[in-house]
Each structure stands twice: as C-alpha cells, then as structure tokens.
C-alpha cells in the first residue's frame, strides 16, 4: 500500500529547532514533496527531495533517505508565522501525489 | 499573476442538487487536479488532467465529474450532492504531469452539504 506517516501535532518554542518526520512504506515512491498549510489557506510548497541527502533553504530543510522510507523538515530559528500544518506527500509517479494527513506545528513565545 | 481561482469561496448545499465548483489558472500549466480536504486525512485525490482535452480518475472519484474544454479552466461537478461530499475542495496545477513537477494550489472552496 501507499502509506504515509507524520505526528498529527507538535509543539515548539519560538527561536528553537522542531523536526517532523515523515515515512512511507511504498515501493515505486520517486521523491518526497514538503508543503506548509496555513489555517484556511492553501498548501504551499516548501521542498522535494528525489536523492537521498539534506537540501537546505533558508531556515528550512529537507532530508530524504529512500532506503529507509523516511523524510525530515528541519525548521531553524523559529517564528510565531511558522505554526502551520506541514503536509509530507510522495511522488509515485505521473497523478500520483500522495499525502500525509498533515502535521500542525504550534510555535509558542 | 493571480495563479489558481476558485469559486465560490464556500457554498451551502442542500442535498441532491447539482453543484460546479470553478478553477481557473492563468499559468499555462499543462496539468490540473482537484483534491478534498478532510479532518485527519490527506489531501486526496479526485480527477486530473494531463492537458486540455484529457482527464482521468484519481483515489476518491465518485460523484463528481470534471471537464477540461481549454488550459486554463477545469471545473468539478457534484451532479447530486450528498453530505459526505462536505469538504474542502482544493484546485492545483502544474506546468507537467511528471513525478518531480510541483503542484500549485488555489485557495480552496469550503463546501456544506445538508
């Protein structure tokens, strides 16, 4: 089957690191997308990842290792805009994007 | 650049009337999908299509049906609208229909049927 796994909800302070993880467990996955969703908003997207290996952007990144199935959002330095939900999704291929439930990130002061 | 409309912004429904939720993009993006959004579950997929003239099935089809007539519109139907249909609807394109292409999003459409 074409899973995908993500906590539903963390906790974190602002100007600290938070990491929300991401697995699946499918074959046939080509890359890992990472999209931030705003309360009644849009997902936006964030990163994707086909090669094993950390891409950085700013104070975000992105890890991808594809023997393990897995994948991390590194958010650096925190902000209070950075609550949101951050949604892992799979590329398996032509149509085939397929999402995590969605992990919504709580920054506190 | 606007992106991706939709409209309306959110609807009430009473069941078993037909509805059309619009899209419109106005990036020459090849590929459109309309996806729904519900509590604790991901974004999944309704109907796609690679490009005007085409489209296809994705996870969650029934009870809706899509048109694609030129690049920029692609419009989703609820030919009789049922109460699990509440949701909300979310419009997304992409310049390709390949694995790496980034999907776009609209704004969404937040959907009640009763």
């Known amino acids: 089957g074409q899973n995908i796994d993500q906590p539903t909800e963390m906790t974190a302070t602002e100007g600290a690191i938070v990491q929300i993880n991401c697995t699946y467990q499918t074959s046939g996955f080509n890359g890992l997308f990472w999209y931030q969703q705003h309360a009644g908003e849009a997902p936006t997207f964030l990163s994707y990842?086909?090669?094993?290996g950390l891409e950085e952007k700013g104070r975000f990144s992105s890890f991808l290792s594809r023997s393990k199935g897995y994948s991390y959002l590194l958010l650096k330095e925190l902000q209070m805009k950075d609550s949101a939900s951050y949604l892992c999704a799979g590329s398996g291929g032509y149509n085939k994007l397929i999402f995590g439930a969605g992990t919504r990130l709580a920054v506190h002061p | 650049i606007a992106g991706i409309t939709q409209a309306p912004t959110s609807q009430i429904l009473a069941a078993g009337r037909r509805m059309t939720l619009r899209c419109t993009q106005d990036m020459r993006h090849n590929a459109m999908y309309w996806y729904r959004q519900d509590l604790g579950l991901g974004l999944r997929l309704i109907h796609y299509?690679?490009?005007?003239?085409?489209?296809g099935k994705g996870e969650v089809p029934d009870g809706y049906s899509v048109s694609r007539a030129n690049t920029d519109d692609f419009p989703l139907t609820l030919a009789s609208a049922v109460p699990s249909q509440t949701s909300v609807y979310f419009c997304?394109?992409?310049?390709?229909?390949?694995?790496?292409?980034?999907?776009?999003f609209g704004p969404g459409t937040r959907l009640t049927v009763l």
């Open positions: 997304a394109s992409s310049d390709s229909s390949g694995a790496a292409d980034t999907q776009y």
């Open positions: 299509s690679n490009t005007a003239g085409t489209t």
């Open positions: 990842n086909v090669l094993d």
